[in-house]
């Protein structure tokens, strides 16, 4: 005969049983029928099956004095926010979920006890973390603590704290404010769903400020928070959103132990000709990549410059290029702050950088300086001074002025490797506007516009000659001319090389204690 359930033993199945979906079939359906899944679902279909360890899950929202706690403890499991260790693919991580089926996925007294446990823990074991954010921000009908502001709560320090320390993805579906929205944009990386609505605040602050009535989908749709960059990748639901995230953690988790490459002789022929015909560079970031492993990040922001994850023989990499459908390729404020940002999220987490350069320089005019160009310019310069991590540079087409410069670390020399293709050119500047500025009093002297035109054409053809990517390699300021096919190879030796599994320390201190700019 099988021994009797102690009662305290059929007490705790019991309660436990109450932190189940199953226990809350109302609030289920619910969630079901406006197209989003649980907490607890999405946790399930992120990690791997029986390694999530959960914290707190007994936790209810502090509200005894106004509800009764049988009450509490039926609707508002784990105080809204599930959370604990688990592991992804194999490798260790930390989720946690905010539970919008409890209301409304709000941030409670015990939930932010929970998270300052989590993040302290998160430090301790240096453990990757995905953090589901959807919900309303803070709460204001907890009962059962004193508080007068809340200003002293440490959950977002703490979080900010792991910047450039661990890695963390956000996920973002419905509507997510102010407190909960903080979490996302102190984050890493932030994936977010189509319907999402992201904001500092949400309806109530909106109103109280005397903004006016604004419809919570209508605060930070992703038609508006898409093109200015504030997410990294959109989706369409959140199955789709968690398959991202795993392939994210990914690159973070190191080396893959295989892969394929695609047919690297359509490099030779993936540039046009002409200086002047734009072209889309994704497939050459694809083509050079390991098949169906690169992610771009914030595509439809500062569209100019193209950022993205990849691999190449198993290794994570970063890739910066540039696009040359979008302002001719040539850098914008925009485009210095995407780069800028994603070469620190590189150096913070070891990924050595590929910069497939086809630049014709800054973007100049008045319009283009009213964006803070000189500033925001010169961080893309900054940042790629201050990385450890080896660059790969190739100069795909055009390598001119700053903006190339910039695309290279700062100099040619600055990546441990600079390479070219050869129907490449290089200078100081933009070739014809070169020949327009030395020129100048000559071509003044010329009368006949169409002679003084034809004069232009001439000395600019002579530059493009000189400009070549095999004069350039004659006098070393770049280490070779490449067939493109080569490409692949040759980044992958180089890294080989560089010994990039190990994150080497910054001269004069530690690279460990820099954070990464959340933009």
Excluded at 161 to 166: A, D, F, I, Q
Aim: hydrophobic fraction near 45%; aromatic fraction near 6%.
């Amino acid at each position: 005969m099988p021994d009797p359930i102690r009662d305290d033993l059929a007490e705790l199945w019991r309660r436990r049983a109450l932190t189940e979906d199953a226990a809350r079939p109302d609030a289920v359906e619910r969630r079901h029928a406006a197209g989003g899944r649980t907490a607890r679902e999405n946790v399930a279909d992120l990690v791997d099956t029986g390694s999530f360890v959960e914290y707190g899950r007994f936790a209810i929202a502090p509200q005894r004095m106004r509800r009764d706690v049988e009450d509490l403890i039926t609707r508002t499991p784990a105080d809204g926010l599930v959370a604990g260790t688990a592991r992804v693919d194999g490798h260790p991580c930390a989720v946690l979920s905010y539970d919008y089926t409890v209301l409304a996925g709000t941030q409670g007294a015990l939930g932010h006890r929970k998270k300052d446990r989590l993040f302290e823990l998160i430090e301790r074991m240096q453990l990757p973390t995905v953090f589901f954010a959807e919900g309303g921000g803070g709460r204001p009908g907890d009962t059962d603590y004193p508080v007068v502001s809340a200003l002293d709560t440490r959950a977002f320090a703490l979080w900010a704290r792991l910047s450039g320390v661990v890695p963390r993805i956000a996920i973002v579906k419905g509507r997510c404010f102010a407190g909960n929205a903080v979490i996302a944009g102190a984050s890493d990386l932030i994936v977010a769903t189509r319907d999402a609505s992201l904001g500092m605040g949400g309806p109530a602050m909106i109103a109280g400020g005397g903004l006016g009535d604004v419809p919570p989908d209508e605060v930070g749709p992703m038609t508006t928070q898409e093109p200015n960059g504030n997410v990294d990748v959109v989706v369409d639901d959140e199955a789709e959103a968690v398959a991202v995230t795993k392939t994210l953690l990914g690159y973070f988790q190191g080396p893959a132990d295989s892969w394929s490459a695609p047919d690297q002789t359509v490099l030779r022929t993936a540039v046009p000709d002409r200086a002047r015909r734009a072209y889309d560079v994704a497939p050459v970031i694809e083509t050079i990549a390991d098949e169906d492993s690169v992610t771009f990040l914030r595509p439809r922001f500062a569209r100019e410059m193209v950022t993205a994850l990849a691999r190449v023989e198993g290794r994570p990499v970063g890739v910066i290029a540039n696009d040359t459908r979008f302002t001719a390729g040539a850098i914008t404020a925009a485009a210095s702050d995407k780069a800028a940002r994603f070469l620190q999220l590189c150096d913070a987490f070891g990924f050595p950088v590929v910069s497939l350069i086809d630049c014709p320089g800054y973007m100049v005019g008045p319009a283009a300086e009213a964006e803070s160009l000189v500033r925001r310019a010169s961080r893309m310069l900054v940042a790629g001074a201050a990385l450890c991590v080896p660059m790969v540079a190739v100069i795909l087409r055009r390598g001119y002025g700053l903006g190339a410069q910039a695309m290279a670390g700062g100099s040619l020399h600055e990546p441990v490797l600079t390479v070219a293709w050869p129907g490449a050119h290089l200078g100081p500047m933009g070739l014809e506007g070169a020949v327009r500025l030395g020129m100048r009093k000559e071509l003044d002297a010329i009368e006949d516009e169409q002679e003084r035109e034809e004069r232009v054409r001439l000395a600019t053809a002579a530059a493009q000659e000189n400009a070549k990517a095999l004069n350039a390699a004659m006098l070393f300021e770049i280490d070779d001319v490449i067939d493109p096919a080569e490409t692949r190879a040759v980044i992958a030796a180089t890294f080989a090389a560089a010994d990039t599994d190990t994150r080497k320390p910054a001269p004069g201190g530690s690279r460990f204690g820099r954070f990464v700019d959340t933009w």
